[in-house]
């Protein structure tokens, strides 16, 4: 595991790449399944929830919506959240 401020310093440079390439983003970047950066991204959630997981679980059981087939990493991200955090 990350030391806190190295966990920062990436979730900045994740933030500051995305910036960088925001013309590049499409609608289908943000709902495909593209397993590198998505699986990079669920991992950063899982890290940070177990320190934080209430907040972490608040904002992945908000892309669970009525009727709507939550996307393949929110549900992997929910269960790598529940294993990780399991006592």
């Given at each position: ?7 920062v ?12 390439n ?33 907040k972490v679980?608040?904002?992945v ?7 709507i087939?939550p ?17």
């Amino acid at each position: 595991q990350l030391a806190y401020p190295h966990r920062v310093i990436i979730l900045k440079a994740m933030e500051t790449v995305v910036k960088n390439n925001i013309a590049l983003l499409d609608k289908s970047t943000a709902k495909d399944v593209i397993r590198d950066w998505q699986q990079a991204a669920s991992n950063v959630l899982v890290a940070v929830g177990q320190r934080f997981i209430n907040k972490v679980m608040e904002e992945v059981l908000t892309k669970f919506q009525p009727g709507i087939l939550p996307h393949y990493f929110v549900m992997q991200t929910f269960a790598n959240l529940s294993v990780s955090n399991g006592e």
